[in-house]
């Protein structure tokens, strides 16, 4: 992520502060975790003191702040951000774009695909680029904005008011686990002014759930059911590679299941 401009409430003693609140730490619990004194962290949050590039990794790594969050906060500091200035990150954004096109081929004939912290389309295999053409949701490169807005995605999923409020939902949590991100913020309030979008994520919640939430697609007679699992990097101190899902479709039924079989032959 890249961090502009920071609002003037995201000054580092700010951050600091809201972050410690976040994890509900008080000023001595942070010092214990961050290996730095109360008093430096006193200091810190009321700006009497400026605080060093190791002294923010320890707090980063303390309140389990996420890649671009240090990112943040480093900034707000004046300091670079870290990701950028690692001498490792081509060879290892490398080894990783490898790994991930050798999932998504390996789950051909089903749809998989690699998506930002956005949704925004990265990397697909083969069946999801079928897929996309055959549903008319080829020409739109971020995946929410094909669903949310009015168009042959939307159109074609059945249950998309159920599948419009999980996914808002999904990207509420992306932005209250980085609250700097204001792209993800604006990406947000952009989809809940498409027509139809307020309404659904403002409906009540289910009696009685489905232990999982399958997309019902409806095209051409055939009725499709997929649910998804979605895979991030592990323990990435890199902001991109921290931005990386890897979402892959499976089939909720048989019928599904022979569909793709299909439209692979």
């Not at 700010?14 to 976040?22: A, E, M, V």
């Not at 730490?25 to 008093?39: F, P």
């Not at 080894?95 to 998504?104: C, D, E, V």
């Not at 919640?205 to 409806?218: G, M």
């Amino acid at each position: 992520m890249t961090i502009a401009e920071l609002q003037p409430l995201a000054r580092f003693p700010g951050l600091l502060k809201s972050w410690r609140k976040r994890r509900r730490l008080s000023q001595l619990d942070l010092s214990l975790e961050a290996g730095l004194s109360q008093r430096h962290i006193s200091f810190l949050e009321t700006g009497r003191s400026q605080p060093s590039r190791f002294a923010i990794s320890q707090l980063g790594e303390a309140l389990q702040m996420p890649a671009a969050e240090v990112d943040a906060m480093l900034m707000s500091a004046g300091f670079a951000a870290r990701s950028p200035d690692e001498k490792w990150s081509d060879a290892t954004r490398s080894a990783i774009n490898i790994s991930i096109s050798h999932i998504l081929k390996g789950h051909n004939p089903f749809p998989a695909l690699a998506v930002d912290r956005t949704w925004t389309l990265q990397n697909a295999n083969e069946a999801a680029m079928r897929f996309f053409s055959v549903i008319g949701g080829a020409g739109e490169p971020n995946l929410l904005r094909s669903i949310f807005k009015e168009g042959p995605v939307r159109s074609a999923i059945v249950n998309w008011a159920d599948i419009t409020k999980a996914l808002y939902r999904l990207l509420e949590l992306e932005v209250a686990r980085r609250p700097n991100d204001f792209e993800v913020q604006n990406l947000l309030d952009e989809l809940l002014s498409y027509p139809g979008v307020a309404e659904s994520v403002r409906q009540p919640a289910h009696e009685r759930p489905a232990p999982v939430l399958a997309i019902h697609f409806r095209m051409d007679g055939a009725d499709l059911h997929l649910f998804s699992l979605i895979a991030t990097v592990g323990m990435s101190a890199d902001a991109a590679i921290d931005d990386i899902r890897v979402e892959t479709l499976l089939p909720a039924d048989e019928k599904t299941r022979q569909w793709f079989l299909e439209l692979e032959s």
